[in-house]
């Protein structure tokens, strides 16, 4: 009767570890783009996507298991130098806007620890030119002092012409900010479940270097200066002047409207 009860035990020990163990891999393979800073850098106090490290302003971006909302670890940014009321540092991560929907939701948790300037958190939408199309932040609440675990929302429109959405997390001056369980919503629909675009392409093609695009370069020699130039598209020439201190890269959406039927020199 022991063996039989000693054996029941084992084995209900066992199915516990084996629901714990498979439902820590499914929370890891649900969360692909590591919004639980989970899935770390073996041998380092680095989060997967999301940038860490020392910086030269004197602070460090790194993972931290002491505090946390949820799971076995946050991201801390510290201050670790003293007298830098001016300075500031942040992480990133980047996620492709490859989901169909009208609005994008950013859910995170924030623990502070006597910060004497402020947190914030920028949120930022760019097209395929990594151009700005939307962009929110945290500064109109002026967030600063100690406090505990506490969750914020910042919303933005997701437009058709959407290829990134990023994610910058930032302390300025003293203290330290912890960030934990990030979220991502779609239209109210966490993005692991969100719906792609029918038409996403996950290797787009990498956005020209206006500018600096040799292959579509040249010289012409005016007087004694070398003017550089660019030339893009067929058809009947039209020339764009920009302004001074300014490059061809001003131009970049004309380029590519107008090259179609044209052809472009700037």
Not at 10 to 29: E, G, H, I, N, R
Not at 241 to 264: C, D, E
Request: one cysteine or more.
């Amino acid at each position: 009767m022991l063996r039989i009860f000693l054996t029941a035990v084992f084995a209900f020990y066992q199915f516990s570890s084996f629901c714990q163990t498979s439902s820590d891999s499914l929370k890891l393979v649900k969360d692909e783009y590591n919004l639980g800073f989970e899935k770390i850098i073996p041998s380092t106090k680095s989060s997967v996507g999301w940038n860490t490290g020392t910086t030269k302003s004197g602070y460090k971006v790194e993972i931290d298991s002491t505090q946390k909302h949820t799971g076995k670890y946050s991201l801390l940014i510290e201050n670790i130098a003293q007298d830098v009321e001016s300075n500031y540092a942040m992480s990133s991560l980047i996620i492709p806007a490859k989901f169909d929907g009208r609005e994008v939701e950013i859910r995170f948790y924030l623990k502070l620890e006597h910060i004497t300037g402020h947190v914030d958190f920028p949120f930022r939408i760019d097209d395929e030119n990594n151009d700005k199309l939307q962009f929110t932040n945290l500064l109109a609440k002026r967030i600063y002092g100690t406090q505990d675990w506490k969750q914020y929302s910042l919303k933005l429109p997701l437009q058709k012409e959407a290829t990134t959405i990023n994610l910058f997390p930032l302390l300025y001056g003293p203290g330290k900010m912890w960030i934990d369980d990030v979220q991502v919503l779609i239209d109210g629909v966490d993005i692991s479940q969100a719906k792609i675009k029918t038409d996403y392409n996950p290797n787009p093609p990498q956005p020209i270097n206006y500018g600096s695009n040799v292959s579509a370069s040249g010289k012409v020699k005016v007087k004694d200066a070398d003017l550089y130039y660019e030339t893009y598209g067929k058809g009947e020439p039209l020339l764009l002047l920009h302004g001074n201190s300014q490059s061809i890269s001003v131009f970049k959406k004309q380029i590519k409207a107008f090259s179609k039927n044209i052809k472009l020199l700037q």
